[in-house]
């Protein structure tokens, strides 16, 4: 894709900040560094290889990009080690995570004026999860700084944010040029199909659902939160 180096540029520094971020909320885990460096460097291989340009198989070969996230991410809720693991991840810090969310919906624009992703992918479309990067500081503030928030709004913030991220990964997977496509057929998303823009399915959104979950859990059973 002929695209601005701006947009590379924004990107990288989107996911470096995301892994930083999250690596910090960890308590600086040496074994999630290892393991999503790992993952970067294998998604990064195939992806330049070509894997995902061919997009018409059954199955789809995009679902390497999600599958093994998801497989982890229960794996940790459904673990006594992933639970310790989710428990003492800080939550003030995975809040202030989602504001990354504000570059990414950027990037989503900037791709679809260059024609690589559907115009319903941005907040011009059907994507409003902008919301969650704008109010990320502002729920961080006002709900770890101030204290001011209580736990059922910081609970129903997480909720809707969760489901404004499903609701653009479910847009997304439907508009890509697959057996499954559903939308965008003038303009498929094509841009997630190759590097470096698989890690927005493969690290990013990994991460932002596990920071929810997470937080989700924490507000729960914590009650020292």
Not at 27 to 34: H, I, Q, V
Not at 44 to 57: C, D, Q, R, V
Not at 75 to 88: A, H, L
Not at 160 to 171: G, R
Request: aromatic share 16%; hydrophobic share 55%.
């Amino acid at each position: 894709m002929d695209l601005p180096i701006y947009v590379y540029l924004v990107f990288g520094l989107t996911v470096f900040s995301a892994i930083l971020l999250f690596y910090k909320a960890t308590n600086f885990s040496k074994s999630f560094l290892t393991l999503i460096i790992v993952w970067i460097i294998f998604q990064t291989i195939i992806s330049i290889l070509g894997f995902y340009k061919i997009a018409n198989t059954i199955p789809p070969r995009f679902g390497l990009l999600i599958i093994p996230p998801l497989i982890l991410t229960i794996i940790r809720f459904n673990t006594k080690r992933g639970k310790q693991f989710i428990d003492n991840l800080n939550i003030k810090t995975l809040t202030l995570f989602h504001t990354l969310r504000i570059p990414v919906e950027l990037v989503l624009y900037w791709l679809f004026i260059h024609k690589a992703v559907p115009e319903l992918m941005t907040f011009e479309g059907r994507n409003f999860d902008i919301f969650s990067g704008v109010t990320a500081p502002l729920v961080y503030y006002f709900g770890f700084v101030r204290k001011s928030l209580s736990r059922n709004i910081l609970l129903l913030w997480n909720f809707i944010c969760l489901a404004l991220l499903f609701n653009i990964a479910f847009n997304a997977i439907l508009s890509l040029p697959s057996a499954f496509q559903q939308f965008a057929f003038d303009q498929p998303n094509i841009a997630i199909l190759h590097f470096p823009f698989v890690l927005l399915p493969s690290v990013l959104v990994p991460l932002v659902l596990f920071s929810h979950l997470a937080s989700i859990r924490q507000l729960l059973y914590n009650k020292n939160i």
